[in-house]
């Protein structure tokens, strides 16, 4: 296995200027880890791996190409874009603007697209990422954009279905709870991951769909031993044999690309919450 160190710590002895040094410097934001190594080549590598943790592979395809995402002509007609075709056109400003605000740099809304998560981002695995999305070479389809039915703008009209910008509006500044520096990196990692699914407080909420399973509380994973934990994220598999759904297809998909660094710094911040006064 690769080497891999803490964006953080790493910044943070240079900004200091090694271990010996008696200059002092604010830490830098929370990020994902890196691979060990320097240049464009450790770069595109962070850059794929936060594709696949993010989820935008899981959206958009292993080639980014997209594809049908709703069929449901009586609520929307809509497909994942093909990142290939529609991203060479942008700026790598408007392609962050995408990401965090939800927007197109016409200035028209995206939809089903979770901004709200990558408002917080840090500047290097933003920057990661948007560097891997431009070394892929145009392929596939471009697809036209959503058609909204009468259901999904009778949802609209009701607040039950918004855009990506409304969702930013509202969430910008929501977050799971903050527990003290140690398990800053784990919140942030948190935030842009779980969330999506548990809610930004991780508190859980209703199934996503007819017939699926209602979201828990993370409170849950403090039953997990740190093992336990590390093999639910790599390969789905709950305790007690329970079948998982959803979660197992994610964790096999995206979570099985954190290093064992990040899945035990999540495990102790979801223990930390759970031993905080409900």
Known sequence: MRAV???????????????????TAEAPPPQFEMVAGAGA??????GERMARVLGCIGCHGEDLTGGPWIEEPAFAIQFASNLTRAL?????VQI???????TRPDGSDLW???SSLFTQLSDADMGALIAWLRSLPPAGEAYPRVVL???????????????????????????????????????????ATCAECH?????????????AAARPDLVVASAYSRDEF????RTGAATGGRQLGLMAEVARGRYSHLTDGEIDAIHAYLVARAAQPQ
């Open 5 to 23: 160190i803490p964006l953080f710590a790493a910044a943070l002895l240079t900004a200091c200027g090694g271990a010996g040094s008696n200059a």
């Open 41 to 46: 080549e450790a770069r595109l590598a962070h």
């Open 88 to 92: 060479p056109g942008y700026s790598d």
């Open 96 to 102: 962050e603007q995408a990401l965090r605000e939800g």
């Open 112 to 114: 089903e697209m979770p």
């Open 149 to 191: 039915g009468p259901e999904a703008r009778e949802e609209i009209a009701v607040g039950a279905f918004k855009p990506a910008a409304q969702h930013v509006r509202e969430e910008r500044r929501q977050g799971p709870p903050a527990l003290g520096g140690t398990h800053d990196q784990a919140r942030y990692m948190v935030r």
């Open 199 to 211: 809610g930004m407080n991780l508190e859980g909420g209703p199934p996503p769909a007819p017939g």
């Open 230 to 233: 590390r093999r639910l994220m």
